[in-house]
Nanobody
């Protein structure tokens, strides 16, 4: 049974930082492409950052230079370091795994950026 469990969300002031984690089980994490997505109220879910099994990364333009995606294959864990957070980063953040045409989603973690 595949499980992706996100953690690390919360309320932070503009300019602050958060680190999201996604603990994966039931998949061969080291050979699986992973990604962070987010969905704000009234908006479509969008890809924030992705990292391939080989470590290649990509980011949506709006977070480049502020967010960093990484993975620890020994711990089966995906991370998203978010710095210089802005109110427009407020959303539910989801972890997604993808391999051989199959994808799985976590339950999401809320990130709220507000003063």
């Amino acid at each position: 049974q595949v499980q992706l469990v996100e953690s690390g969300g919360g309320l932070v002031e503009p300019g602050g930082s958060l680190r999201l984690s996604c603990a994966a089980s039931g998949i061969i994490f080291s050979i699986t492409d992973m990604g962070w997505y987010r969905q704000a109220p009234g908006k479509q879910r969008e890809l924030v950052a992705g990292i391939s099994s080989g470590g290649r990364t990509n980011y949506v333009e709006s977070v480049k230079g502020r967010f960093t995606i990484s993975r620890d294959n020994a711990k089966n864990t995906l991370y998203l370091q978010m710095n210089s957070l802005k109110p427009e980063d407020t959303a539910v953040y989801y972890c997604r795994s993808s391999r051989s045409g199959l994808s799985f989603w976590g339950q999401g973690t809320q990130v709220t950026v507000s003063s």
